[in-house]
């Protein structure tokens, strides 16, 4: 599959700090895409045409009575973890994450120094592919590093998390972390409102207002988090501990064990400031020395085949790839952590060429049937489609959209259908109408993409427009936007400018042309290092200029 992967790329450079955080929220972090590798999304969904600008523009659409009543709802986009549990992300509505954008970015220089902590190991900064976060947990090397020198004269290790961590935070809890709670206190009715009483709302909007739970995915989400548990940090630093945080997830290493259980304990109490809890089941206190790794990651590395061609690089032939994998197989029903199966695939896909490409596309297509979570890394394996079975792959695409679709899983769906359009093939009758059954907004979406299968999505969509209140509306946003922009269906939001201005300046969620869109190029000019200050030409001028004038009227025909 790795031949159909797109090389694509319109990520400006050269940006100011705060440009590059606008463009992360609005282009590359908004939509869930956190990962270091393989994508929570198929590279299908993009983000990449919704600039700064556009959200902007959206932010001062004016909100009616009716929109304040019940505010936004947003597209769920259910994941599988390694062990098949499902988790929601959230697809935010265009307007209600554009208002959020321009609370954030009216207060970046708070907001930046407020998310930032030595101790954090996944911190909110610049990337080179325009996203500010990238769950990489370091390299090996680097965790190593940091470990060794961690644990130098420390007896023991404490680790913990907490509990549903974005799931449970509580949205005015922001203002305390921002203010201090007593302030906080002071100022609840004092006009105007603090800005991180505007923040606080502005978050609540994007999910029906709820003050329970942040919308997994998108950056602003994480730097809610940030801003809350920077604010723990400094008070864990203020007692000298030594411990890192890699999001929600704690490990300390302290001289005693009366000083690790100090640490659960004082973590604990300053969580429960925030109405956060640890996850009592994931803390543990550990006498060093201890393995700086897992045992399984030890394992799979042992066995992994040390083979060099005549060049010295390494290989791996069918056999090899076959009896690594069975023994990852094996090892996976012996741990409890679900990723052994990802870590063996992605450690010998990048060295496997031709028939051993092949062999490991197979087994893991057939793994993908049980785990859903690995059909991201089908992608990544250089597996070329004139020496598999191309109808074979077809059938078992459509059998892993059917357990998938009865399970409510959105990335087993979306992926198998994203690999059938790659193909150039089609889903099954049936199985489309198990994705319309599932009413998965993101699976519906693509189906538009496919001739045997449009009108099974659109019928489905008239029918949310003609039956739906606002929140029916929000929950499928993807899938009408997707309708309306190629002319399928009228606005469904006949009172909100949102979708008419999205398609005003040509942005796409789905498939967008390779081409740059006006607004992504104005992105690029205001990347240019060489620009004048004060002479940059300004966004409403730029698009005027980029559309062609009109052609002069035709003169009048003297003769019939």
């Given amino acids: 599959m790795k031949e159909f992967t797109s090389p694509y790329s319109s990520i400006p450079i050269a940006l100011s700090s705060e440009r590059h955080f606008s463009e992360a929220l609005t282009r590359w972090n908004y939509f869930p895409n956190q990962k270091d590798s393989a994508s929570e999304l198929p590279p299908c969904f993009t983000t990449r045409r919704f600039t700064p600008e556009i959200a902007e523009d959206l932010s001062k659409i004016p909100i009616l009575d009716s929109r304040k009543q019940q505010w936004f709802d947003l597209a769920e986009y259910r994941v599988t973890r390694y062990n098949n549990i499902t988790r929601t992300l959230g697809l935010l509505h265009p307007l209600g994450y554009a208002r959020l954008h321009a609370k954030i970015m009216a207060n970046y220089d708070e907001i930046s120094k407020l998310s930032s902590s030595d101790q954090s190991a996944i911190k909110i900064e610049e990337h080179v592919d325009g996203r500010i976060i990238i769950m990489n947990y370091e390299s090996h090397e680097d965790r190593t590093s940091a470990a060794l020198e961690d644990t130098f004269g420390k007896r023991f290790r404490a680790h913990t998390d907490i509990s549903n961590c974005f799931g449970s935070v509580y949205t005015h809890s922001l203002e305390w972390a921002i203010q201090g709670y007593e302030e906080a206190k002071k100022n609840l009715y004092a006009k105007p409102k603090h800005w991180s009483s505007l923040l606080d709302t502005a978050l609540r909007n994007t999910k029906r207002n709820e003050t329970s739970g942040l919308p997994i995915g998108p950056a602003a989400s994480n730097i809610a988090v940030e801003i809350i548990l920077c604010r723990i940090d400094k008070i864990l630093d203020g007692y000298k501990f030594i411990f890192t945080r890699y999001i929600d997830d704690y490990t300390a290493y302290c001289e005693t064990h009366d000083e690790a ?3 659960i304990r004082i973590l604990g109490q300053e969580l429960a400031n925030y109405r956060l809890s640890l996850n009592l089941n994931k803390t543990t206190i550990k006498e060093l020395p201890e393995p700086l790794q897992d045992p399984w990651t030890s394992l799979l590395n042992n066995a992994l085949p040390k083979r060099t061609d005549s060049d010295g690089a390494l290989e791996l032939n069918t056999s090899e790839a076959i009896n690594y994998l069975d023994f990852a197989v094996r090892l996976n029903k012996e741990t409890p952590d679900g990723s052994v199966l990802r870590y063996a695939i992605s450690a010998i896909a990048p060295r496997a060429k031709e028939a051993a490409a092949i062999a490991i596309f197979n087994y893991t297509l057939n793994l993908a049937w049980h785990f859903p979570a690995l059909l991201p890394l089908l992608e990544k394996i250089d597996a070329r489609s004139e020496h598999y079975d191309i109808d074979a792959t077809h059938e078992k695409l459509n059998k892993i959209i059917s357990i998938n679709a009865l399970h409510r899983r959105s990335d087993g769906m979306c992926w198998a259908l994203y690999y059938l359009k790659q193909l150039n093939r089609e889903p099954g009758e049936d199985q489309a109408k198990e994705v319309i059954k599932s009413k998965d ?29 606002l929140y029916e509306l929000d929950k499928n946003w993807l899938l009408l936007y997707e309708l309306y922009i190629h002319n399928h269906i009228e606005n469904p939001y006949p009172t909100e400018d949102t979708f008419v201005i999205l398609k005003k300046y040509d942005v796409s969620f789905l498939y967008p042309a390779d081409k740059t869109s006006h607004a992504e190029q104005y992105c690029h000019i205001l990347s240019n290092p060489f620009q004048i200050p004060g002479q940059t030409v300004s966004f409403n001028h730029w698009m005027q200029s980029r559309v062609a004038p009109p052609p002069p009227p035709k003169p009048p025909r003297l003769f019939g």
């Fill in 261 to 263: 259980q100090d640490f």
């Fill in 441 to 469: 907004c993101a699976a519906i979406t693509m189906l538009c993409k496919f001739n045997s299968s449009f009108n099974l999505a659109k019928n489905y969509a008239l029918e949310v427009v003609t039956n739906a209140a």
